[in-house]
């Protein structure tokens, strides 16, 4: 029984994470900037089909997302059917080819991401991994898979199996052997598969992410497409900046922008954010119905620019108010200015350049306008839009 087998797992563990140069080697040839592509849970959640997969790629393609770096059509829950006799998992009737579908994706110039559990059950209750975790990573690869999300889900009932008392060391250890035990898998296949963790910030993830393999990790509970939702996971990212970098990336969720939810404004607040944060990039919504104004925050390559910064240092945050500034190869620095407050006058924030590393005077872009704004000395003021954001690129 597997329940039994995990009664040795710290020293499982120890083996595990002591296998760190060849996984440590395939991490890092993978996600050396944030992973950008869409995924189908927030829009589309148990719903998504094939062809609503096949319409993502084709507007991936015909929006101009992928060739401003939108490049992983990641499916998530609710793909997966029964097991057959000899335990290969199968897609259910709404995936009626996964190889066919991630030829399709790939013959459109992009990567193909798919979704399961280390738990016995994914959270949708659809099948997950466990017990069967080489066998999964090796369908995967002969798909063509490019990227796996894993989430947590029903383990947790594993967990509780194993250790009623529910003492969260232990259940930190058996998650990360549950996490290292997939990394290893996918490593068996030698395809370059980008591996996204989805524990929700469980056992500070972000201090251990990287042994276990990981490319990204969620840092928190789930997302939905509402400002306070949006706001609160965001802002609450302060602190994590040094545990992220290339290849090892903090994931506060996915993008809703374009989704309903928020206004503009606020829709500009979560991609400036998140490209602030050094954050994965994928996009939530339905792209076969983008308005101008979706289109013209998911590509804004000046922003975009921002997020997939070569150097991959996450932003840190001065304040309250809510400025945010990002180190940018070249010396350049992006500085975020938040108007975080929804119900009040707007008022005037001002920028101290030397708060954000700066004496002198510096050049100026506004990344939200496209605009040049000159050379600033000492401050910078600028009203922003409540809920919003302004958005600045400074060099010498
Ligand atoms: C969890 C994850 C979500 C999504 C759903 C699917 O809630 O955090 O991102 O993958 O499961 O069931």
Same mark, same amino acid.
């Given at each position: 029984?597997?329940?039994?087998?995990?009664?040795? !797992?710290?020293?499982?563990?120890?083996?595990?994470?002591?296998?760190?140069?060849?996984?440590?080697?395939?991490?890092?040839?993978?996600?050396?900037?944030? +992973?950008?592509?869409?995924?189908?849970?927030?829009?589309?959640? %148990?719903?998504?089909?094939?062809?609503?997969?096949?319409?993502?790629?084709?507007?991936?393609?015909?929006?101009?997302?992928?060739?401003?770096?939108?490049?992983?059509?990641?499916?998530?829950?609710?793909?997966?059917?029964?097991?057959?006799?000899?335990?290969?998992?199968?897609?259910?009737?709404?995936? +009626?080819?996964?190889?066919?579908?991630?030829?399709?994706?790939?013959?459109?110039?992009?990567?193909?991401?798919?979704?399961?559990?280390?738990? +016995?059950?994914?959270?949708?209750?659809? %099948?997950?991994?466990?017990?069967?975790?080489?066998?999964?990573?090796?369908?995967?690869?002969?798909?063509?898979?490019?990227?796996?999300?894993?989430?947590?889900?029903?383990? &947790? #009932?594993?967990?509780?199996?194993?250790?009623?008392?529910?003492?969260?060391?232990?259940?930190?250890?058996?998650?990360?052997?549950?996490?290292?035990?997939?990394?290893?898998? !996918?490593?068996?296949?030698?395809?370059?598969?980008?591996?996204?963790?989805?524990?929700?910030?469980?056992?500070? @993830?972000?201090?251990?992410?990287?042994?276990?393999?990981?490319?990204?990790?969620?840092?928190?509970?789930?997302?939905?497409?509402?400002?306070?939702?949006?706001?609160?996971?965001?802002?609450? *990212?302060?602190?994590? &900046?040094?545990?992220?970098?290339?290849?090892?990336?903090?994931?506060?969720?996915?993008? %809703? @922008?374009?989704?309903?939810?928020?206004? +503009?404004?606020?829709?500009?607040?979560?991609?400036?954010?998140? $490209?602030?944060?050094?954050?994965?990039?994928?996009?939530? #919504?339905?792209?076969?119905?983008?308005?101008?104004?979706?289109?013209?925050?998911?590509?804004?390559?000046?922003?975009?620019?921002?997020? *997939?910064?070569?150097?991959?240092? *996450?932003? $840190?945050?001065?304040?309250?108010?809510? =400025?945010?500034?990002?180190?940018?190869?070249?010396?350049?620095?992006?500085?975020?200015?938040?108007?975080?407050?929804?119900?009040?006058?707007?008022?005037?924030?001002?920028?101290?350049?030397?708060? @954000?590393?700066?004496?002198?005077?510096?050049?100026?872009?506004?990344?939200?306008?496209?605009?040049? !704004?000159? =050379?600033?000395?000492?401050?910078?003021?600028?009203?922003?839009?409540?809920?919003?954001?302004?958005?600045?690129?400074?060099?010498?």
């Amino acid at each position: 029984m597997r329940i039994l087998a995990l009664l040795t !797992l710290p020293a499982l563990v120890g083996v595990l994470l002591s296998a760190a140069p060849t996984q440590a080697a395939q991490t890092q040839a993978v996600a050396q900037t944030p +992973p950008m592509g869409w995924n189908s849970w927030n829009h589309f959640a %148990e719903k998504v089909d094939d062809a609503d997969v096949r319409a993502a790629a084709d507007a991936l393609v015909s929006s101009g997302m992928r060739d401003a770096g939108y490049v992983y059509v990641n499916v998530d829950d609710s793909w997966e059917g029964q097991r057959d006799a000899l335990g290969n998992i199968q897609t259910n009737s709404k995936f +009626p080819d996964m190889k066919a579908l991630a030829d399709y994706v790939h013959s459109k110039g992009l990567k193909f991401g798919i979704y399961s559990s280390p738990g +016995p059950k994914t959270c949708g209750g659809y %099948e997950g991994s466990y017990g069967h975790e080489q066998q999964d990573a090796n369908t995967y690869a002969s798909w063509g898979v490019d990227y796996l999300k894993y989430d947590l889900c029903s383990f &947790e #009932n594993v967990i509780k199996l194993h250790d009623p008392q529910q003492d969260p060391q232990k259940a930190v250890a058996m998650i990360q052997e549950a996490y290292a035990r997939m990394h290893q898998a !996918l490593v068996n296949t030698h395809r370059p598969i980008v591996y996204s963790l989805c524990q929700y910030g469980v056992g500070n @993830v972000w201090e251990w992410g990287p042994k276990v393999g990981a490319n990204l990790w969620r840092t928190t509970d789930d997302i939905s497409d509402h400002y306070r939702s949006m706001a609160l996971i965001g802002f609450s *990212q302060a602190g994590l &900046e040094k545990f992220s970098g290339p290849g090892h990336w903090n994931d506060p969720d996915m993008l %809703e @922008v374009g989704n309903g939810g928020m206004n +503009p404004d606020q829709y500009r607040t979560q991609m400036s954010l998140w $490209s602030m944060l050094a954050a994965p990039l994928l996009a939530g #919504n339905d792209l076969s119905k983008m308005d101008e104004t979706t289109k013209s925050i998911l590509m804004n390559k000046e922003v975009i620019a921002v997020d *997939q910064d070569k150097l991959g240092i *996450q932003a $840190s945050r001065l304040g309250p108010p809510q =400025i945010w500034v990002r180190p940018l190869s070249g010396g350049a620095k992006a500085v975020a200015i938040f108007n975080y407050v929804t119900d009040d006058e707007v008022e005037p924030l001002t920028l101290r350049l030397k708060d @954000v590393g700066f004496t002198g005077s510096v050049h100026a872009r506004d990344l939200w306008a496209h605009k040049d !704004l000159g =050379i600033l000395n000492g401050t910078y003021t600028v009203f922003v839009p409540q809920g919003g954001v302004v958005m600045l690129r400074l060099w010498k």
